[in-house]
């Protein structure tokens, strides 16, 4: 059948040794990166999305077609189809999971708090169960968040730190993920790596972060409202360049054991990790708004606001010792150089006025 061929010709890896890897929210930001970063070092990769309209559909299909071209197919299905996930896994023995499907964003959970549900619990149990069951188990890296710290008032983060006061719905999925992927983990058998990536931003980036619309209004001569806390600092983000997520990611599949199956204590415990993945140098939302003035040439119309009670923390920073030291993860990009490339595929994609289609593929 077409569909079985295609799938099988883009999870055929360069030879023996390389990895046959899921993609589960392969159009998305950091999915797409992923994605091609695994199959230019050789590993066969099949992406898995359901396309939904949280943002611009337009983008999702856009870096759909950069991941054509690059020999990825993206099978388009939700990852709460058991049947769908079931028959993938009759067609591929993949050796891993990436899983990035999720509903993300912390303030769309006042608006549509089932889709986190949906997406971020059932979705993933689901994903679980057909991993479960089958032959052989692939080992299984997801993506946790750092809003899982909530209002944890101690920075930087440890892996160790309290995770008990989620501030939004969003958080209180992804720490419930955690949860869940231990129980799978102990009951099991599988291998399961968790990485709570900082704040990730760069080309191809999501229209709902606000780099990404400070950027778009700041062009359009719109007003962007900066938050600061109520002793009037400016909120910080620990921003992490795209790039090196991805090695984080790509780190943490080869380092991820493999899975014992069933009864898992016969043969060994199979591994259960949670990693931060940040650049450890928080920077005030000043400070990137200046930035990106800089860049675009372009003076912003900032208004100051105090953080509303939307499901934002103050203050996120990542203490990313254990990371480095297992991983061998090493955040190389600061803010400045990182956002400059994003600005750069902004302009080459919407147009200094924005476009409906963009027309760049470069990755
Ligand atoms: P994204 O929204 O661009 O990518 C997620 C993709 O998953 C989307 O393309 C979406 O269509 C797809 N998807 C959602 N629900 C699905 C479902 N039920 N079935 C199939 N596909 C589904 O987000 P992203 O920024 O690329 O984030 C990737 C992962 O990293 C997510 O799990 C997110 O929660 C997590 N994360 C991201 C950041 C960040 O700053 N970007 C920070 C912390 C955690």
Redesign the pocket.
Known sequence: RQWEKKVLKSTRPESAGFFTVLV??A?????THVSIALKRRGDGVLG?????H?YDVNL?HARRNVLDRAGIFVVE????DADLLRRLFDVVHFTHVMH?????GVRYAMQNPKSYV??NIA?FVNLLEVCKSANPQPAIVW?S???VYGLNSKVPFSEKDRTDRPASLYAAT?KAGEEIAHTYNHIHGLSITGLR?F??YGPWG?PD?AYFFFTKDILKGKEISVFETADGRSVARDFTYIDDIVKGCLGALDTAKKSTGSGGKKKGPAQLRIYNLGNTSPVPMTKMVSILEKLLKVKAKKKAQPLPKNGDVEFTHANISLAQRELGYKPATGLESGLKKFVRWYVSYYGTTKKKNGSSSAL
Do not use: C, E, P, W
Not at 27 to 31: K, N, P, Q, R, Y
Not at 48 to 52: E, G, P, S, T
Not at 77 to 80: L, M, P, R, T, V
């Open positions: 589960t929210g159009a998305g930001f950091v999915g898995l999305d359901n396309f939904n949280y999702k299905g939700d990852i709460n990035l499907a999720a509903q993300a949906h997406s979705g993506a968040s750092s809003s992804k990536f704040t990730v999501r972060m």
